[in-house]
Nanobody, 130 residues
Framework: QVQLVESGGGPVQPGESLRLSCTASGFTFSNYWMYWVRQAPGKGLEWVSVISPNGGSKYYSPSVKDRFTIYRDNDENTLSLQMHSMKSEDTARYFC???????????????????????WGRGTQVTVSS
């Protein structure tokens, strides 16, 4: 059974940092492109970042580039998102998601829906406020 469990969310003040983690199980983690996506209150899903199966390729939304870093540990089956210089507009529920296919990145839409992905977690809430 595929499971993705996010953790690390919480309240932070503008300018602070936070690290999110996602623990994966039930599939061969190292075979998949993995994503972080987020959904702000009242808005649709927004793609944040994606990382290739071996971690060698990483891509970011313009809204988070140079502030967020995605990385993975294929030995520990974990995906992480280090967030710096956080802004109020980063307030959202953050989801870890897995691609539908092994070894291929199939989600390129900047505003996907969860069903574009093979699996996703329940999310972790991040609130940036002074």
């Amino acid at each position: 059974q595929v499971q993705l469990v996010e953790s690390g969310g919480g309240p932070v003040q503008p300018g602070e940092s936070l690290r999110l983690s996602c623990t994966a199980s039930g599939f061969t983690f190292s075979n998949y492109w993995m994503y972080w996506v987020r959904q702000a209150p009242g808005k649709g899903l927004e793609w944040v970042s994606v990382i290739s199966p071996n971690g060698g390729s990483k891509y970011y939304s313009p809204s988070v580039k140079d502030r967020f870093t995605i990385y993975r540990d294929n030995d520990e089956n974990t995906l992480s998102l280090q967030m710096h210089s956080m802004k109020s507009e980063d307030t959202a529920r953050y989801f870890c998601a897995r691609d539908k296919k092994t070894h291929f990145r199939t989600v390129v839409n900047s505003n996907p829906v969860l069903h574009d992905f093979g699996s996703w977690g329940r999310g972790t809430q991040v609130t940036v406020s002074s």
